[in-house]
């Protein structure tokens, strides 16, 4: 059973360079988010997706973006790296959009940003 | 401002029972959940509780006073397995989640 795939686990990147992680779910669940989880803070929203074609912005979403093409895939770029994105990012898929079930999560993608 | 307060860790003995609080100020409410975290993995789905009162899923239990913006989440019969962090999130009227920066609890033999 997949759920929520993400790659690549880790990267370390130089900063000024775009990445993009990608995340892709096999449940056909409406909604999908992308979380950045940092040492004391909670997890934060940087974008999310209540439906295919169709995003919003989260608590932080400075210097991302997402797209949502298909109801499978959900992929996060950053376009011009800064160190303060070192991180480890989650992306997470509910059933239905606006949080109204439990979050399926990916196992992470942790970035280093140099 | 909106705000989950945790404690950041606990020390509890295998076998014995352990509680992890948590405290809410948020612009409403619209249900808690509390989630499990081993280190260097996903979070996964422990509990979710809208009303006030007790939801008992075997050895965990989670407790909501939306009066006094608490929940509590206790595990019983501690096993080493359970030595992971603990996320509280809370879902605001605008059905915004917010999370907690998580409670560590370490299980010792």
């Known amino acids: 059973t997949a759920g929520i795939t993400q790659a690549p686990t880790s990267q370390i990147l130089a900063a000024g360079r775009s990445m993009t992680l990608r995340c892709t779910q096999d449940?056909?669940?409406?909604?999908m988010y992308w979380y950045r989880q940092d040492l004391g803070l909670g997890l934060r929203l940087i974008h999310y997706?209540?439906?295919?074609?169709?995003?919003g912005k989260g608590e932080v979403p400075d210097g991302y973006s997402v797209s949502r093409a298909n109801t499978d895939d959900f992929p996060l770029t950053l376009a011009s790296a800064v160190p303060s994105q070192t991180s480890v990012y989650f992306c997470?898929?509910?059933?239905?959009?606006?949080?109204?079930?439990?979050?399926?999560f990916g196992e992470g993608s942790r970035l280093t940003v140099l | 401002g909106q705000n989950i307060d945790q404690p950041t860790e606990m020390t509890a003995t295998e076998g014995a029972i352990v509680q992890i609080n948590c405290t809410y100020q948020t612009s409403g409410f619209n249900g808690l959940f509390w989630y499990q975290q081993h280190a260097g993995e996903a979070p996964t789905f422990l509990s979710y509780n809208v009303l006030d009162g007790l939801e008992e899923k075997g050895r965990f239990s989670s407790f909501l006073s939306r009066s006094k913006g608490y929940s509590y989440l206790l595990l019983k019969e501690l096993q080493m397995k359970d030595s992971a962090s603990y996320l509280c999130a809370v879902r605001d009227s605008n059905y915004q989640l917010i999370w907690g920066a998580g409670t560590k609890l370490i299980i010792k033999p």
């Open positions: 997470a898929s509910s059933v239905e959009g606006a949080n109204t079930g439990e979050l399926f």
């Open positions: 449940m056909r669940h409406n909604a």
């Open positions: 997706s209540n439906t295919a074609g169709t995003t």
